[in-house]
């Protein structure tokens, strides 16, 4: 089993920025791949960003050049670190960790971007 906890969501203004952690534990060993995914109001579930275990990245268009993935193998930690945002990046943000057996989901954070 693998818990996910994600935390750094909030309101900001467009052109800001935010930093999303996603702490993992558990079975942290059985993990290959991490990705961030999002889901506005409406939509479907899009992956934002995704990190391997080995630390290839991969992320969806319409945020390179200002989102950045990364993680900290010592805490077992993801992190989205969030630049120029838009008001179109507004959406519940949610971490997911793959397994060879399954996947597993965070709670979701809120991320709101307006003036």
């Known amino acids: 089993q693998v818990q996910l906890v994600e935390s750094g969501g909030g309101l900001v203004q467009p052109g800001g920025s935010l930093r999303l952690s996603c702490a993992a534990s558990?079975?942290?060993?059985?993990?290959?791949?991490m990705g961030w995914y999002r889901q506005a109001p409406g939509k479907q579930r899009e992956l934002v960003a995704g990190?391997?275990?080995?630390?290839?990245?991969n992320y969806v268009d319409s945020v390179k050049g200002r989102f950045i993935i990364s993680r900290d193998n010592a805490k077992n930690t993801v992190y989205l670190q969030m630049n120029s945002l838009k008001p179109e990046d507004t959406a519940v943000y949610y971490c997911?960790?793959?397994?060879?057996?399954?996947?597993?989901w965070g709670q979701g954070t809120q991320v709101t971007v307006s003036s």
């Open positions: 997911k960790a793959v397994t060879v057996s399954r996947n597993y």
């Open positions: 558990g079975s942290i060993f059985s993990i290959y791949y």
């Open positions: 990190i391997t275990s080995g630390g290839s990245t």
